[in-house]
């Protein structure tokens, strides 16, 4: 019983963080067509600004939450005017645009290591304290990292349904020649949908990191979980996504619990495995997959 | 209103379209005719700036507007409502519409356009929460047009509105079209047979091979027996 | 009146030769040029052994010689047939870990194991193709991915056999060179490490030459027309697979032989990163870019050790700068320098 609610409890955090990430990763396939292999490198952006903020300009917390934040969609904006936009309408823009995101990630990466050496940072939490229910801890920081994230993607789907920009954004991944006929025009989208997935980043790198650590290598792992979310999901569905987020949070939350933390990623990765062959299109894909 | 000078345009290393030089004049309805594959589609969309000409002028009352992005031409006026519709499948018909007045000028008068546009397509109205891709062919059609006439243009460039439609609801979409050149809004039209322009076209131009080989006015073309065998369906 | 345009029995013969030599390549060799190539290969041992730290530099080209059949391996599929596969390391170390294995804990002669390596790695490929090469682009990034993390994490915490308690295997027995004495070792592996490299080579050159490179270069460039034309995407993507696999796990089991060790490090993102940036740099999807690259990006960072800290900073930015300004890579933009040069020799005598 006791696992069980140990079980949904760590499955809605890493859901809802994981939501965050694969969100920003399916919005920039969805209408860049492009993998962002960069994306765990700009978790690290959020997460090692907001240390530096804090630990060297002494801001308050939540302000230098915020700054990260800003700061990540800063180096995404910087990341898609330079690397991007030049590969754009040119031929080879599957591999281009591949190594580009490797050659940034790797940039970003070993730039975080040289600056900040490998030993792990520890981040200060905004709210201290824990309890237990039974012999589940849940601490006070965990609890509002949850409702953050929820907030932010509730925001993002009322973003994405209600306004003219999030109108746009979804138009553009649906058919790109009727959105710039409608007048949307399509370098600015790509960049501001470049911004927004890079801030979610970023605000996923800080708020996991203020419950485990941050290491030069731990951009890595939480992009992969996001991949699989994604592709799980769906390329390009948001609702997909969602789901999907919430579903592989539980199932790893399981496969840790049940049987034993290192079972969760290669547990997670059998999982994609089957899926993937068995359902291509995932939950609410957009017929991405093509059977041969 | 609209001028086009010599406009040259294709795509890689093919040219489609060979000094192409056409006028659309305020409130006029200009209809090109021509075989598909000539280099219709080509023509719209090099005017609508989904691809560059590779030579001539496009000018819209004197200003040139050759070259321009897409966001750009719809800011000046101009709309395009493509072949095949290419409605937003994932979306509602309301949300179609709406993103065809995404420009701000057009989207604060989203309001009233809506009303107007369901008042020409009150079947529009009724469908307007279900998704595009459910609609029927003709829906689909009316919700293109809807969607153009959302972008408070001055002229609309439709490319085939008989395009894969059964015969009864071809009269119903031209009829449409009827309607809203009497509002006084300026057509530039392309399809592949004539049957319908008779009392809409102020001038018919024909295109073969990407290249215009006649023009005239409606009474004009329609009065050679040739053409209309060779152009009615 | 139609004119006769077929050609005269003259200049149909006179371009004969032109033809051969571009549908069977290898029916004319330039034997001067293979045979000069040949000739120094097999002397340069001797010279550089007689080098200041000789032996370091033999070890350079030997390091070349298995990282080489990886990158070309890895480039036939991603970059000729266009399936983004990232489990290369993996089948490299199933390879390696094969014949390891074989001869550490179960006392086999490693000159025979060392050929169980390529066949382990093959099927290896065949079980891992087989649910994902009928997926498009990047869901196989993603399945390749995740076989490899799995691999690794195999490797890392299974039973000890493998994983020797998370350090990999260690004391591996080598190729029994070293009973010829110390420069003879290395000469031998050396040696061992050309011919590999040479077959290989020579392998993948048939392959791209063969029809069916040059289906995979139609399906690359387009994929619908090939298929009308019958070309069977999975199948053949199937058998580059396993083909590629073959010497990557060659490879992979010469290294663990010649390093008498195998090391989990070999199945972290920092290798992969290193191959990827060979690949690019030299020319992805052309025949000597995966060995332009790895032959700079094996020599370069010695060069540059006291920078090592800097080293992966600076590959990212040339992945980067490449992707931006040379997407082709070093080979493709040389030869088209070179194009740009003839042309520029030959204008003089163009007819105005």
């Not at chain 1, 600004?49 to 308050?60: F, G, N």
């Not at chain 2, 496009?58 to 095949?84: F, K, S």
């Not at chain 3, 490299?92 to 000159?111: E, S």
């Not at chain 3, 960072?301 to 931006?324: C, F, H, K, M, Q």
């Amino acid at each position: 019983m006791e696992q069980l609610f140990q079980t949904i409890y760590s499955g809605i955090l890493y859901g809802s963080v994981y939501g965050l990430m694969a969100l920003g990763l399916t919005l920039i396939w969805g209408s860049l067509r492009m993998l962002n292999l960069a994306h765990g490198s700009l978790y690290l952006v959020g997460g090692y600004l907001a240390w530096t903020i804090i630990d060297q300009l002494h801001l308050p917390l939540v302000l230098a939450f915020l700054l990260a934040v800003a700061g990540a969609a800063l180096v995404g904006l910087i990341m898609q005017v330079v690397l991007i936009n030049p590969l754009l309408g040119k031929p080879g823009w599957d591999n281009a645009s591949l190594i580009a995101t490797v050659g940034a990630s790797i940039v970003l990466e070993s730039a975080a290591l040289l600056i900040y050496g490998p030993q792990v940072k520890q981040m200060p939490t905004v709210v201290e304290g824990q309890f237990k229910i039974g012999t589940v801890l849940i601490s006070n920081q965990a609890l509002l990292v949850i409702a953050t994230a929820v907030l932010f993607l509730i925001l993002m789907s009322l973003f994405l349904r209600i306004s003219r920009h999030g109108l746009a954004i979804r138009a553009i991944s649906q058919d790109m020649d009727a959105a710039r006929l409608a007048g949307v025009p399509a370098r600015t989208a790509f960049l501001i949908v470049m911004c927004i997935s890079a801030a979610l980043a970023g605000l996923a790198g800080v708020l996991l990191s203020s419950i485990f650590y941050l290491a030069p290598t731990s951009g890595f792992v939480p992009m992969v979980k996001a991949l699989v979310v994604t592709i799980f999901g769906g390329l390009g569905s948001v609702k997909g996504t969602i789901w999907a987020a919430y579903t592989i949070g539980l199932l790893e939350a399981a496969l840790q619990v049940y049987l034993g933390a290192s079972w969760a990623l290669p547990g997670l990765f059998l999982f994609m495995i089957v899926m993937l062959t068995v359902r291509p299109n995932g939950l609410f894909g957009l017929g991405e997959a093509r059977r041969l | 209103m609209l001028q086009v000078h010599d406009l040259q345009a294709g795509y890689g290393g093919s040219q489609v379209l060979h000094s192409i030089s056409l006028h659309v004049e305020d409130g006029e309805a200009v209809v090109i005719l021509g075989p598909n594959g000539h280099g219709k589609t080509t023509l719209l969309r090099a005017i609508s700036g989904l691809i560059h000409p590779t030579a001539g002028r496009v000018e819209l009352n004197g200003r040139a507007i050759t070259r321009l992005e897409p966001e750009a031409i719809v800011a000046a006026g101009i709309i395009h409502i493509p072949q095949g519709d290419l409605l937003f499948p994932e979306m509602t018909v309301m949300e179609n519409l709406l993103m065809g007045a995404y420009r701000s000028a057009a989207w604060r008068e989203r309001n009233n356009k809506l009303a107007q546009v369901f008042r020409l397509f009150p079947r529009l109205a009724e469908r307007k929460n279900q998704l595009a891709r459910s609609l029927s062919g003709g829906e689909r059609r009316m919700l293109a047009l809807g969607r153009g006439l959302m972008g408070e243009a001055r002229l609309l460039m439709i490319d085939e509105p008989s395009l894969g439609l059964a015969p009864l609801v071809i009269e119903q979409v031209y009829e449409t079209i009827h309607e809203i050149k009497r509002t006084g809004m300026a057509l530039l039209l392309m399809d592949e047979n004539a049957n319908h322009i008779t009392g809409l076209a102020d001038r018919v131009y024909l295109l073969e091979a990407g290249v215009l080989v006649r023009e005239g006015t409606a009474d004009e073309l329609l009065g050679d027996a040739a053409l209309l065998s060779a152009y009615l369906g | 009146m139609i004119q006769d345009q077929r050609l005269s029995q003259q200049e149909a013969t006179a371009t004969l030769p032109r033809l051969q030599r571009s549908a069977i390549p290898w029916a004319n060799p330039n034997w001067l040029v293979i045979g000069v190539v040949v000739v120094l290969a097999l002397l340069l041992p001797w010279v550089t052994l007689r080098l200041a730290g000789g032996r370091f530099i033999t070890h350079l080209i030997i390091t070349f010689f298995v990282w080489g059949i990886v990158t070309q391996c890895w480039n036939l599929i991603m970059g000729v047939s266009g399936i983004y596969s990232f489990g290369q390391m993996a089948l490299y170390a199933v390879g390696g870990w094969t014949t390891g294995i074989l001869a550490l804990h179960f006392g086999w002669n490693p000159l025979i194991s060392i050929w169980l390596a390529p066949i382990a790695a093959a099927i290896a490929a065949l079980i891992i193709g087989l649910p994902t090469l009928r997926l498009r682009g990047v869901y196989v990034v993603l399945l390749t991915l995740a076989f490899h993390e799995l691999l690794r994490n195999y490797v890392v915490n299974g039973p000890t056999i493998i994983s020797g308690g998370g350090y990999g295997l260690r004391d591996v027995p080598k190729l029994g060179f070293d009973q010829f004495g110390g420069g003879w070792e290395i000469l031998l592996y050396y040696y061992f490490g050309l011919t590999l490299f040479g077959i290989a080579t020579y392998a993948i050159w048939r392959i791209l030459h063969s029809p069916i490179g040059l289906a995979f270069r139609a399906l690359r460039d387009s994929e619908d027309y090939a298929v009308s034309r019958g070309v069977d995407r999975f199948r053949f993507k199937l058998f580059l697979f396993a083909f590629s696999a073959f010497f990557t796990g060659l490879a992979g089991g010469f290294m663990t032989h010649y390093q008498g060790a195998a090391s989990p490090s070999l199945l972290s993102f920092g290798v992969i990163i290193n191959l990827l940036a060979m690949i690019v740099l030299g020319g992805w999807g052309t025949f000597w870019g995966p060995i332009v690259g790895t032959a700079i990006l094996t020599v370069l960072p010695e060069v540059l050790r006291s920078a090592e800290a800097y080293r992966n900073l600076t590959l990212g930015i040339v992945l980067a700068l490449i992707a931006v300004l040379a997407p082709r890579g070093l080979v493709p933009l040389l030869a088209q320098a070179v194009r740009n040069l003839r042309q520029r020799l030959r204008k003089p005598e163009a007819p105005r």
